[in-house]
């Protein structure tokens, strides 16, 4: 690579999930690193905090679409249709490598090397939260997903539960990689703490069970907040529960506010691929009370209290004992807040701009031995 000269990144993102923070947590940590992202969104159009998010970022430029996602219903025209838009832009934009959110562009005739990464998929959930595989109307899913995954020059993701995952449901024989996810620490405070549980994410997404805390507010001794999306397509979850205050869907400024004043975030997740929700929770000096299974173990270690994910008793129990132990609350949010400082934007780019580079050159070196 030339001295000086930006890499061009062609990016996907999706705009209803955790995947849009990703992105845009990535795309500025890149901007150092004289990277130039040309970002295609997909899924839905940018509502207008999203838009205020992007145009900050001097070093992305947006192409926005409202294709649907590979995980959505009967998607495979859109993808298909989507797919031809993606390899014209790679035409267009001569970009360094493919930078892929997402499994079923895996399988398009890009030219440039293709990082994908691995945020989640549909059989991984559905073995966690319903411990079977899906319906057979997935099919086509798991055969476009397995073929991008064999395609792509590397897959990341973002915990070794998840790239388990990955490779024992699809067996991809292709190089792989482990890189957390980030957040910035300056867009969390702690402030006074108050006797508060706080929770947040999909709420219609039987995989946060936050619905596993709406049961147990009847036994929890302390107000409850929850904050989220209730409801998306056909999926539909009651928050209605005369003992939890429901926020709705917040602003990035408000859910920073609510976890600022919070003692305790709960997550008691069946599937977490790896939990930004979590990350924010501790960067803001909550102790954290999440579900026991091996993702969230793997990135919190013992720096978080882990419940049972079907034990509304057991969940309530805990949150009670720990709200009542002041000493213990402040040595689990304490811990909690000092094991998050390693999950910085900065050193998930220098780890992605490795991968780049690595494959950039390696590309490279293959062409200029063809020509030769």
Known sequence: MEENKPIKVLMTADTVGGVWTYSMELCKALA????????VTTGA????WQWDEVIALSNVKVYETDYLLEWMENPWRDIDESGDYLLQLENDLQPDII???????????????????????????????????????????????????????????????????VTNIYAPQTNKQVIYNARQPQLFSRAQKQETIFSMGRIWDEAKNVKLL???????????????E???????????????????????????????????????AKYEPFGLSALEAALSGCALVLGDIPSLREVWQDNAVYVPTDNEEALADCINNLMSNKMLLEEYASKAFAHAQQFTPAAMARQYMQVYQQHIQLHQSTEAKAAS
């Open 32 to 39: 150092p690193h004289n990277v130039q992202v040309a970002l």
């Open 45 to 48: 159009r940018l509502a207008p």
């Open 214 to 228: 709406v049961q147990a507010a009847k036994n929890i001794n302390y107000p409850i907040k929850i904050a989220g």
């Open 99 to 165: 930078h892929l959110n997402c499994y079923a562009y895996g399988s398009l005739a890009w030219k440039a090397p293709v990082v994908m990464v691995a945020h989640s998929d549909v059989y991984s959930w559905f073995i966690s939260v319903k411990n079977d595989d899906p319906p057979a109307e997935w099919n086509e899913y798991f055969f476009r997903v397995k073929s991008g995954l064999e395609k792509a020059t590397l897959v990341v993701a973002p915990s070794s539960a998840m790239m388990d995952f």
């Open 230 to 268: 209730a409801a998306f397509e056909h999926n539909v979850t009651d928050v209605y529960n005369p003992h939890v205050e429901y926020l709705g869907k917040l602003n990035s400024t408000d859910i920073s506010k609510a976890l600022s004043t919070a003692s305790i975030y709960v997550l008691p």
